[in-house]
């Protein structure tokens, strides 16, 4: 009987392609005739190996060890020892694990798995060369596999040899960029330099899409420097990529309230055609996107909404007072609530006397508090709030506005669509609001 026949038995016998339910004695029995029946017209082995497949489908040390006896030679059970002995937590034997697993490598020497995770437990067992070793041969049955060499650099770099694990990280990344944030916390916590790892590890064939990544690694895990300069790099190779791989990075650094770094990055976005304000944003216009000619990012320094309860937001209501688009937002349910839906952050500068203004519409507004636009200094919120006019009721196209003078350290704002809550009667909001043409420029 040829040796692997038992893996074929659990293969057939696998919920994958039979959904068979052995929670009772007879239906395990009437399994084992059903799977076996037709060996034993071969003889009692193929009995034998039929049971070893069942006693290895119930995944428990003594069935294992059941199935060992009954098939001595399938090397699915030495390896399935192995890793029990070496990870079931409740009566670990690491030694008899690795014993269990050079036996799987014995009987089927052309199996990398068998031989990966026998490197894994030599090298849990400080035999860092043997480990090496059996990584080599492994490599040499799967030298695709990024597993394999996954493995390998970690064992290189825990043995402290960084020159040679680099080379196996960037193959891992070449075969399968799923790897990159464990790379990145591998060679963050071996202490290797990031700029080493921007030119040694990250392969160029994937540029800029892992460095983009990269430098959002390092900015979460407090290397602001090294990724200010994994990001320049990234922007200088002139290949063109989407917001999407970037947006990481950038709020990131809002998120830390860095927003002078964020700022530098979205305007670098900027110049590299990354992203365009649909107005052909001038020089005095701070305000991105003020008339929602396109969709929001919900990232970085376009306008940012959450949905909430009672409200409905459009972007692309074509009742506008200027362009193709305008917002629009619909307060479905009378609701004494407050509401902050859209939001910008922007730059400006201290010292500065600004004029906010912008277009609105309104249709069946009820309450005596309605939407308005509010402006706070993003900092020190105590250091500047001001708020437009507010509208009610059913009103047609018309501006509202309010001027400020920026503090001497307001170096950036956040401008938003504000109701407060009622005090009066009516309290209650509900009706529809369009706003169109934001500008924010300095008086």
Excluded at 67 to 72: N, Q, V, Y
Excluded at 355 to 374: K, M, N, Y
């Amino acid at each position: 009987m040829p040796v692997g026949i038992a893996t074929i038995f659990r293969e057939l016998s696998s919920p994958r392609n039979k959904r068979v339910a052995l929670d009772g004695w007879w239906k395990k029995g009437l399994f084992v005739f059903a799977v076996a029946g037709p060996v034993f017209l071969i003889g009692v082995k193929g009995a034998e190996i039929a049971f070893a497949s069942l006693c290895m489908r119930a995944a428990t040390l003594p069935a294992l060890r059941d199935a060992r006896l009954a098939d001595p030679r399938d090397p699915e059970v030495y390896y399935q020892l192995g890793e029990a002995d070496l990870y079931d937590f409740s009566h670990s034997d690491p030694r008899a694990g690795l014993e269990e697993l050079r036996r799987a490598t014995g009987l089927a020497p052309a199996r990398p798995v068998y031989w990966e995770d026998l490197a894994v437990a030599l090298q849990s067992l400080g035999h860092t060369s043997l480990a090496q070793e059996a990584l080599t041969h492994a490599q040499s049955l799967s030298p695709i596999s990024p597993r394999v060499h996954w493995l390998a650099a970690n064992c290189d770099v825990s043995a402290g040899d960084a020159a040679k694990g680099l080379p196996e990280l960037k193959t891992v990344l070449n075969l399968a960029v799923t790897y990159s944030m464990p790379v990145y916390e591998l060679c963050l916590r071996a202490g290797i330099d990031p700029r080493v790892v921007d030119s040694t590890v990250l392969p160029s064939a994937n540029e800029p899409a892992l460095r983009l990544g990269y430098a959002a690694f390092l900015v979460d895990r407090d290397q602001t420097e090294a990724a200010m300069d994994v990001w320049n790099r990234a922007l200088s190779g002139g290949r063109p990529f989407s917001f999407s791989l970037a947006e990481p990075y950038v709020d990131e650094l809002m998120r830390r309230r860095d927003y002078g770094g964020a700022y530098k990055a979205w305007t670098d976005l900027e110049h590299a055609g990354v992203i365009q304000n649909p107005e052909g944003r001038d020089a005095a216009e701070r305000i991105f996107n003020g008339g929602f000619e396109r969709e929001p990012l919900n990232a970085g320094f376009d306008w940012r909404y959450d949905q909430q309860p009672y409200l409905r937001l459009d972007f692309a209501d074509t009742q506008a007072y200027e362009g193709r688009r305008c917002l629009r937002i619909d307060f479905t349910v009378p609701h004494n609530g407050e509401y902050e839906p859209v939001y910008e952050d922007l730059a400006t500068e201290p010292g500065t006397k600004y004029l906010l203004t912008a277009f609105v519409r309104s249709e069946g507004l009820t309450s005596d508090s309605g939407p308005r636009l509010r402006v706070v200094d993003l900092i020190r919120p105590a250091a500047l709030d001001v708020a437009t006019e507010q509208t009610l009721g059913t009103t047609a196209w018309h501006v509202i506005k309010v001027s400020f003078v920026t503090g001497s350290n307001t170096r950036f704002v956040q401008v938003f669509i504000w109701r407060p809550r009622g005090t009066d009667f009516p309290s209650e909001l509900s009706g529809a609001f369009w706003i169109d043409a934001i500008s924010l420029k300095a008086a």
